[in-house]
Protein backbone atom coordinates (compact mmCIF):
# COMPACT_ATOMS: atom_id res chain seq x y z
CA UNK A 1 0.00 0.00 0.00
CA UNK A 2 1.62 3.47 -0.99
CA UNK A 3 0.47 6.74 1.12
CA UNK A 4 0.75 9.88 -0.51
CA UNK A 5 1.17 13.68 1.74
CA UNK A 6 1.04 16.46 0.02
CA UNK A 7 1.92 19.85 1.62
CA UNK A 8 2.58 23.38 0.10
CA UNK A 9 -0.82 24.99 -0.57
CA UNK A 10 -1.54 28.05 0.85
CA UNK A 11 -3.48 31.58 0.29
CA UNK A 12 -1.50 33.75 -2.63
CA UNK A 13 -1.97 36.75 -5.05
CA UNK A 14 -3.29 36.30 -8.77
CA UNK A 15 -0.19 36.33 -10.55
CA UNK A 16 2.08 34.42 -7.82
CA UNK A 17 4.07 31.18 -7.33
CA UNK A 18 3.32 28.12 -5.32
CA UNK A 19 5.08 24.64 -5.17
CA UNK A 20 2.87 21.89 -4.00
CA UNK A 21 5.32 18.46 -2.71
CA UNK A 22 4.30 15.03 -2.24
CA UNK A 23 5.85 12.55 -0.88
CA UNK A 24 5.14 9.02 -1.34
CA UNK A 25 5.95 5.86 0.88
CA UNK A 26 7.18 2.44 -0.05
CA UNK A 27 9.94 0.88 -2.52
CA UNK A 28 8.01 1.31 -5.90
CA UNK A 29 7.90 5.03 -6.37
CA UNK A 30 10.39 5.13 -9.05
CA UNK A 31 8.40 3.00 -11.06
CA UNK A 32 5.20 4.48 -10.75
CA UNK A 33 3.31 7.04 -12.86
CA UNK A 34 2.68 10.25 -10.62
CA UNK A 35 -0.18 12.68 -11.09
CA UNK A 36 -1.59 15.82 -9.83
CA UNK A 37 -5.52 16.21 -9.70
CA UNK A 38 -7.45 19.43 -8.08
CA UNK A 39 -11.04 19.78 -7.50
CA UNK A 40 -12.48 23.15 -6.57
CA UNK A 41 -15.89 24.03 -5.15
CA UNK A 42 -18.88 22.45 -6.25
CA UNK A 43 -17.02 20.87 -9.50
CA UNK A 44 -15.73 17.17 -10.37
CA UNK A 45 -12.45 16.22 -9.80
CA UNK A 46 -10.25 16.97 -12.91
CA UNK A 47 -6.15 15.97 -14.27
CA UNK A 48 -3.27 19.00 -13.78
CA UNK A 49 -0.06 17.08 -14.59
CA UNK A 50 1.39 13.56 -14.72
CA UNK A 51 4.75 12.16 -15.59
CA UNK A 52 5.72 8.76 -16.33
CA UNK A 53 7.84 6.56 -14.26
CA UNK A 54 9.57 4.91 -17.30
CA UNK A 55 10.98 7.42 -19.39
CA UNK A 56 9.76 10.93 -17.47
CA UNK A 57 7.32 12.11 -20.17
CA UNK A 58 5.33 15.20 -18.75
CA UNK A 59 1.52 15.86 -19.71
CA UNK A 60 -0.52 18.71 -18.85
CA UNK A 61 -3.99 20.27 -18.62
CA UNK A 62 -4.74 22.77 -21.53
CA UNK A 63 -5.35 25.18 -18.70
CA UNK A 64 -2.30 24.92 -16.93
CA UNK A 65 0.02 24.19 -19.98
CA UNK A 66 2.84 26.70 -19.42
CA UNK A 67 2.35 27.76 -15.86
CA UNK A 68 2.99 24.31 -14.09
CA UNK A 69 5.22 22.63 -14.33
CA UNK A 70 5.33 18.61 -12.79
CA UNK A 71 8.93 16.71 -11.24
CA UNK A 72 9.93 14.16 -9.37
CA UNK A 73 13.20 13.41 -7.33
CA UNK A 74 12.95 9.41 -7.03
CA UNK A 75 16.02 8.80 -4.32
CA UNK A 76 12.82 11.00 -2.39
CA UNK A 77 10.29 9.73 -3.22
CA UNK A 78 8.74 12.71 -4.11
CA UNK A 79 6.84 14.83 -6.74
CA UNK A 80 6.35 18.15 -6.69
CA UNK A 81 4.07 20.86 -8.40
CA UNK A 82 5.70 24.11 -9.58
CA UNK A 83 2.53 26.51 -10.52
CA UNK A 84 3.89 30.33 -11.72
CA UNK A 85 1.37 32.53 -12.73
CA UNK A 86 -1.56 31.68 -11.05
CA UNK A 87 -5.36 32.64 -11.44
CA UNK A 88 -8.06 32.73 -8.96
CA UNK A 89 -9.28 29.75 -11.29
CA UNK A 90 -6.98 27.72 -9.96
CA UNK A 91 -8.29 28.09 -6.63
CA UNK A 92 -9.03 24.15 -5.58
CA UNK A 93 -7.66 21.07 -3.30
CA UNK A 94 -4.58 19.74 -5.06
CA UNK A 95 -4.35 16.04 -5.02
CA UNK A 96 -1.69 13.98 -5.65
CA UNK A 97 -1.81 10.61 -7.02
CA UNK A 98 0.38 6.97 -8.09
CA UNK A 99 -0.71 4.63 -10.38
CA UNK A 100 0.63 0.55 -9.69
CA UNK A 101 4.07 0.23 -10.23
CA UNK A 102 4.68 -0.41 -14.06
CA UNK A 103 2.08 1.77 -15.33
CA UNK A 104 1.57 3.96 -17.99
CA UNK A 105 -1.03 6.45 -19.32
CA UNK A 106 -1.57 9.67 -17.39
CA UNK A 107 -5.32 10.95 -16.97
CA UNK A 108 -6.94 8.04 -15.79
CA UNK A 109 -6.13 4.77 -13.42
CA UNK A 110 -4.61 6.67 -10.57
CA UNK A 111 -4.93 3.96 -7.73
CA UNK A 112 -3.31 5.82 -4.71
CA UNK A 113 -4.99 9.01 -3.71
CA UNK A 114 -2.89 11.60 -0.76
CA UNK A 115 -5.53 13.60 1.21
CA UNK A 116 -4.89 16.64 -0.51
CA UNK A 117 -3.83 20.31 -0.02
CA UNK A 118 -5.58 23.85 -0.39
CA UNK A 119 -4.47 26.46 -2.85
CA UNK A 120 -6.65 29.57 -3.03
CA UNK A 121 -5.49 32.46 -5.48
CA UNK A 122 -6.81 35.78 -4.42
CA UNK A 123 -7.89 38.35 -7.18
Known amino acids: QVQLVESGGGLVQAGGSLRLSCVAS????????MGWFRQAPGKEREFVAAIDWNDGNTHYADSVKGRFTISRDNAKNMVYLQMNSLKPEDTAVYYCAAKKPFYSGYEKGYDYWGQGTQVTVSS
Open 26 to 33: GRTFSRQT
